[in-house]
């Protein structure tokens, strides 16, 4: 029983919808957080801090960072799998091979595919760059992350690179949280309009609110 849901379409989708709105979450939070660099370094790297003391004395440090990072690992590899599984079963479920591929893959499909790429390539450069510093531009300081954020958006790869990104983040949340309400099956006819609004807005503020910050370091508010 439970092996059929897991191996059905909807089962997959189901994986697809829920680890979607756990990374939902998780971006909602670091885009806020992100622009409190606005506040200056003080701020951001005490917050930073805060980060690896949330908890505490229950938490030891960095507890509750390390659940975090877990929760993200497990929901980005279901959503990857899924996604790869269920792309496999629409290949092998085509009629025909000799029909023209691009007729057959939807527009938004194909973005989603191509976005997700993007993004799961994006986040490995990020976690180098301003997690472990390995791919950093400039001297990468542990625990100052205002300098590190800094130095990356004072390179024209580092904008470009997170420009592309945060567009594609816009585009994937866009249409990635309709197909998940319809999955979950919160979509309606009454509804549809105001998903669509929804998914729209958030899609919108998320990319906008994470463009803020390269912008910011870019005209020099941020320096
Ligand atoms: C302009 C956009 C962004 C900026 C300035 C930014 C900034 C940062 C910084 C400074 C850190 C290190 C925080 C620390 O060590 O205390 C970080 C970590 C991280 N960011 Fe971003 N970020 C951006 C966009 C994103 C996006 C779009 C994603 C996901 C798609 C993302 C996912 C992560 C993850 C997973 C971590 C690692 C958290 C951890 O385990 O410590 N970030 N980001």
Do not use: C
């Not at 997959?12 to 990374?23: E, F, P």
């Not at 885009?31 to 801090?49: D, Q, R, S, V």
């Not at 499909?109 to 760059?129: K, S």
């Amino acid at each position: 029983m439970t092996r059929t849901v897991w191996d059905s379409t909807v089962g997959k989708k189901t994986v697809m919808a829920v680890s979607g709105i756990v990374m939902l979450l998780y971006l909602v939070a670091h885009m806020i957080g992100n622009l409190k660099i606005f506040f200056g370094p003080g701020e951001f790297n005490h917050y930073a801090h805060w980060l690896r003391t949330v908890g505490e004395p229950v938490m030891h440090y960095e507890w509750t960072l390390w659940i975090i990072r877990v929760v993200l690992v497990v929901a980005v590899i279901a959503h990857a799998v899924s996604a790869y599984q269920l792309s496999r079963r629409d290949i092998r479920a085509r009629p025909s091979k000799y029909v023209h591929r691009q007729a057959r893959t939807s527009y938004a499909t194909r973005t989603m595919r191509w976005g997700g790429v993007i993004l799961a390539l994006f986040i490995v450069w990020h976690l180098l760059d301003l997690t472990t510093g390995t791919v950093h531009s400039g001297g990468f300081e542990t625990g100052k992350p205002y300098q590190n954020v800094v130095d990356t958006f004072s390179t024209w790869y580092g904008n470009a690179l997170y420009i592309i990104a945060m567009l594609a983040v816009g585009l994937h949340i866009r249409h990635g949280f309709w197909s998940a309400a319809q999955t979950l099956g919160v979509g309606s006819r009454t509804r549809d309009r105001a998903l669509r609004t929804t998914a729209n807005a958030l899609a919108l503020l998320l990319t906008a609110g994470f463009l803020a910050v390269p912008v910011g370091v870019m005209t020099g508010v941020v320096s």
